[in-house]
């Protein structure tokens, strides 16, 4: 069973548009973690989340954690061509494992 | 960048053989983990080397196997390749958990 959802599967916006990125876990979260990947390089760290309620911001994209539904989402504000790739959750679903598992990924488009 | 290499970056092997990948990784971080990535998928843990020993691995049989060396880089080797094994690899590094994993540029392997 998937441990990690990502919603939509894929995106296409227009340049300029604003856009929010879903991610939902069937287990209790130890960490959630944003990269965006372009298509088959390697991820590209964006943003860790570890408490409840907490959002952090850099540049235009903004993640935010809700511990209690164990969701997080990832809103991008005024969206450009450099924003295209696949962007993926990933997180710790046991405390103190290395281990990380992630949703398949969010395929992001910006049309010019 | 993140200061994680992988070698090489593209590699194709028949089915049968075997292959052995390498990871430099991120100065001063002591873990290493690996991950198989299918194509339209997230990222697969296979396992977590923490200070030259095996400390964590997820659902891979055991012709997947790995080293660290002293200097922290590390090496997966796959025995007995079979089709399914065609993927993208990558390699993490980081100071442990819940510290952010920063990943390489992965390799891309082929069986025909």
């Known amino acids: 069973s998937q441990e990690l959802e990502q919603s939509p599967q894929s995106l296409i916006v227009q340049e300029g548009k604003n856009l929010t990125i879903n991610c939902t876990s069937s287990k209790t979260l130890y960490g959630l973690y944003w990269y965006k990947q372009k298509y088959g390089e390697g991820l590209i760290f964006l943003m860790m989340?570890?408490?409840?309620?907490e959002e952090k911001s850099h540049e235009k994209i903004t993640a935010k954690l809700d511990e209690k539904k164990q969701q997080s989402s990832l809103h991008i504000t005024a969206s450009q061509p450099s924003h295209a790739g696949i962007y993926l959750c990933g997180a710790r679903t046991q405390g103190g494992s290395e281990k990380l598992v992630f949703g398949k990924g969010t395929k992001l488009t910006v049309n010019p | 960048e993140t200061g994680v290499t992988q070698s090489p970056t593209h590699l194709i092997k028949t089915r049968g053989q075997q292959v052995t990948l390498r990871c430099s990784s991120q100065?001063?971080?002591?873990?290493v983990s690996w991950y198989q990535q299918a194509l339209g998928q997230g990222p697969q843990f296979i396992f977590q080397?923490?200070?030259?020993?095996?400390?964590g691995r997820g659902n891979f049989p055991p012709r997947f196997s790995g080293l660290q060396f002293p200097n922290y880089s590390s090496e997966l080797n796959v025995n007995a390749l079979e089709l399914d094994d065609s993927a993208l690899y990558l390699c993490?590094?980081?100071?442990?958990?819940?510290?952010?994993?920063?990943f390489g540029p992965g390799t891309r392997l082929l069986v025909l």
């Open positions: 080397y923490y200070r030259e020993e095996e400390n």
């Open positions: 993490a590094s980081s100071l442990g958990a819940p510290e952010t994993q920063y």
């Open positions: 100065s001063g971080h002591n873990t």
């Open positions: 989340l570890q408490k409840g309620g």
